[in-house]
């Protein structure tokens, strides 16, 4: 097949150094290896699930461990409530998590 259409992207240099090793472990050239990653990639949809709430919701809770990591290490007694109680969080959060895209997953295949 010949070839006649140009395309232009911009890489940094360790992209490109990459790009390079890789073709040349493959012992191809750079235009034959993005071409074989564009063509043996799979797309997949994003998952449709709230991502900002998703990331402030363990953002508090990152913040939450730190409160107890600085109480412990300033006190040198860690609070136990405390600590189960983000625990506790953060496997509901998990789940939440964990269910949100079972339930989009499978919303994908019922289309």
Known sequence: MKYTKTIFFYLNDEELKDLDEEADIAGITRSEYVRRCINETVMKPTVN??????????????????VVADRAWHSR??????????IQDTQILMTNIKNELIKEINHEKQK
Do not use: G
């Open 77 to 86: 007694v860690l609070d136990v409530p405390m600590f189960r109680k983000v």
């Open 49 to 66: 699930i709230n991502y900002v709430e998703l990331t402030n919701e363990a953002n508090e809770l990152v913040e939450r461990f730190r």
